[in-house]
């Protein structure tokens, strides 16, 4: 088994770590005093001199910006530029989408418009880019279509995705079209594996193929399973997935590395934190919530209430994926969340107060697959993609149920079945 050891009494001047596949540590060591308060071993013990510990022992009880201290910044790309975005018609997809039309890129949509939930929503994104790209042409004088391509299809299509490439040649890759929950993926881990894995592996051959400059991936805070850790840190060994939908993101990140290493090629896998807000999938918790007590209906709440989630809103998230794709790092995993959790109850609880409601609640069982919490250490964004979150949850969930209620209604009545 690999194991970490902290030699002598040395000061670590350079923690190296083996970036994304997080291993093992190597320690290069200088004489000075050994600061012991960045990695802890077992149950929050801090290294002791001499002493090894076994990978997997090895817990993150607060954030530790200095494993990162020494890896170069590279510079955002600022000029315009055309990236393909896979996923587009989705949750996150969408949103990024919207913000690279925003701000002056030209955007390639490919999504194959699954019926994972209702498409209805997805066309509706779709729409809202569409608009986006007519505003934006209209004020910097081109034309729409120039700024916004939508190809409905799936991206395992080879013959259909070459002839994206070799129309639009984008040098900027964001992918993000996946499938996705944990509990599905524990029912159908087989179309899960095609959508994840084998659709990542070709989006990164596409990648090689056309020499894209940078490409990103979406990963998921899921790899960390069942994490000791206070903090969720990108150095924790992640290889005991809970789900087959962790194990496709977790392959996809992996398999992220083997393209680096074998091509020299420039990958970035995000690692999202619940992501929630405005045009959220109809799937997730907060959504759901929100849906149900305006509506009156009962949800359901899976365990005691003590759960806790790192919800991070759509902004942030976009904000560091954004981030992401202007700054071509060699190969890096990074988390995006709030760098803070809140409990199951603690959050029907925001729900009620602000959609005015008292919910009705379902108790149930504990779902298999789900993890007892997610924190996210962002130190690691914030250094090398100056990225932080900036929305508090609560005001994250009064932004959302002001949407929700806009769209739909204070009734919510306007909400299709």
Known sequence: MVAIQARDCYRVSAVIVLIGLSN?????????????????????????????????EVTFNQPSPELW???????????????????????????????????GDSVVVVDEMNDYYDVGIKEGN????????????KKNGKKAEDLLTIYKGDINDQEMMKKVYEKHHPQWVCHLAARAG??????????????????TTNMLEYSRQYNVINTVVASSSSV???????YFSEAEHVDQPVSPYAQTKRSGEL????????????????????????????????????????????????????????????????????RAIDRPYPYQIFNLGKGSGTKLNEFISLVEKHVGKKANIKLMPEQPGDVPFTNADVSKAARLLGYASTVPFEEGIQRTVAWFKEAFGEDGQGMPN
Do not use: C, W
């Open 24 to 56: 093992y540590f190597v320690y290069d060591t200088v004489a000075g005093p050994f600061s012991k308060s960045s990695l802890r071993g077992g149950a929050g013990r801090g290294l002791a001199p001499g002493a090894v510990y076994p990978l997997g």
């Open 69 to 103: 201290a020494d890896i170069p910044i590279v510079q955002p790309h600022a000029s315009e530029k055309t990236v393909l975005v896979t996923g587009a018609a989705g949750f996150i997809g969408s949103h990024t989408a919207l913000r690279l039309l925003h701000r």
């Open 126 to 137: 779709l729409e809202l880019l569409r608009q986006k790209a007519a505003e934006m042409a």
């Open 182 to 199: 944990v509990r599905p993926s524990i029912q159908d881990p087989l179309l899960y594996v095609r959508a994840n894995v084998q659709g």
């Open 224 to 230: 960390y399973g069942e994490s000791g850790s206070t």
């Open 255 to 322: 398999i992220s590395y083997t393209y680096h290493k074998l091509y020299g090629m420039k990958i970035t896998n995000l690692r999202f934190f619940t992501v929630y807000g405005p045009r959220g999938r109809p799937d997730m918790a907060p959504y759901k919530f929100i849906a149900r007590v305006t509506r009156g209906e009962e949800i359901e709440q899976y365990g005691d209430g003590t759960t806790s989630r790192d919800y991070t809103y759509i902004d942030d998230i976009v904000d560091g994926v954004v």
